[in-house]
């Protein structure tokens, strides 16, 4: 009866552990503009689709980093080193000030950034006298990005886009993502990635270009601890464990 009792109570404090929540969430749209706009920096609202670009030079040495991000649905990026940064309803000006304030924290370095807005968020062509009938707009294709990221669903697929580039758009990965184990699944094929070298490291030649229809998984870390709580449950089911099947 005591090993029953034991074997019940080693269930109930390894499910809450040993448990993970993926919430999936769709890539939403944000307005479109036309052909022709004249896009005017501190006016210009940024938001979901909008690619922008940054230039970071670190140090007495000028280590020169160079990167590319599409705003996700959210509105963030994930800046490498740095963090999660919320640019949604931003103008170019404002964005820049927020990410130079967030490098700052992060950086002792002294260091240089320059930021711009490389392409702005997807762009159709109307007929004239027609705005509501668009003349072309592409079929979409998507990219899924699941597991331990602030916000996996289905993404847009734009070309020429890496790996890095969708953890971004997923809003960078949890604290409890293991990223050196990532995957990339492609029709029947399996890829792993190290995508802790490509994203904190900034190992580029790792970063996988992606394509339509791949599913990016990053798994949990099997041990990860929120708490001293959650450690405190661990080390008592070990001890349960113990007295249970081996004494």
């Given at each position: 009866m005591r090993k029953i009792i034991s074997v019940l109570l080693v269930i109930c404090l390894l499910v809450p552990l040993m448990s993970g929540m993926i919430v999936a969430q769709d890539a939403g749209s944000f307005s479109d503009y036309f052909v022709g706009d004249t896009i005017d920096e501190t006016s210009y609202k940024l938001g979901p689709g909008d690619q922008v670009s940054a230039n970071l030079i670190v140090g007495n040495n000028d280590l020169s980093f160079d990167y590319n991000f599409v705003i996700g649905p959210d509105g963030k990026i994930f800046f490498p080193k740095v963090g999660?940064?919320?640019?949604?309803?931003?103008?170019?000006?404002e964005a820049k000030d927020l990410i130079d304030e967030k490098i700052e924290a992060a950086y002792k370095e002294k260091y240089e950034l320059s930021f711009r807005l490389a392409q702005p968020r997807r762009v159709q062509i109307y007929l004239t006298g027609s705005e509501q009938k668009p003349l072309y707009i592409s079929e979409k294709k998507f990219v899924s990005v699941y597991g331990e990221v602030a916000k996996g669903g289905r993404f847009e697929y734009l070309p020429g886009k890496k790996f890095s580039d969708y953890i971004s758009y997923a809003g960078g990965p949890t604290p409890r993502a293991n990223l050196a184990l990532a995957t990339i699944t492609r029709q029947n094929e399996k890829f792993s990635?190290?995508?802790?070298?490509?994203?904190?490291?900034?190992n580029t030649s790792k970063d996988m270009e992606i394509m339509p229809g791949d599913v990016i998984n990053i798994p949990a870390q099997f041990f990860y601890f929120t708490d001293f709580g959650s450690f405190s449950n661990m080390l008592l089911t070990m001890v349960l464990l113990y007295n249970t099947f081996v004494k």
């Amino acid at each position: 009866m005591r090993k029953i009792i034991s074997v019940l109570l080693v269930i109930c404090l390894l499910v809450p552990l040993m448990s993970g929540m993926i919430v999936a969430q769709d890539a939403g749209s944000f307005s479109d503009y036309f052909v022709g706009d004249t896009i005017d920096e501190t006016s210009y609202k940024l938001g979901p689709g909008d690619q922008v670009s940054a230039n970071l030079i670190v140090g007495n040495n000028d280590l020169s980093f160079d990167y590319n991000f599409v705003i996700g649905p959210d509105g963030k990026i994930f800046f490498p080193k740095v963090g999660e940064i919320d640019l949604l309803g931003k103008t170019i000006p404002e964005a820049k000030d927020l990410i130079d304030e967030k490098i700052e924290a992060a950086y002792k370095e002294k260091y240089e950034l320059s930021f711009r807005l490389a392409q702005p968020r997807r762009v159709q062509i109307y007929l004239t006298g027609s705005e509501q009938k668009p003349l072309y707009i592409s079929e979409k294709k998507f990219v899924s990005v699941y597991g331990e990221v602030a916000k996996g669903g289905r993404f847009e697929y734009l070309p020429g886009k890496k790996f890095s580039d969708y953890i971004s758009y997923a809003g960078g990965p949890t604290p409890r993502a293991n990223l050196a184990l990532a995957t990339i699944t492609r029709q029947n094929e399996k890829f792993s990635i190290d995508g802790s070298d490509v994203i904190f490291n900034g190992n580029t030649s790792k970063d996988m270009e992606i394509m339509p229809g791949d599913v990016i998984n990053i798994p949990a870390q099997f041990f990860y601890f929120t708490d001293f709580g959650s450690f405190s449950n661990m080390l008592l089911t070990m001890v349960l464990l113990y007295n249970t099947f081996v004494k």
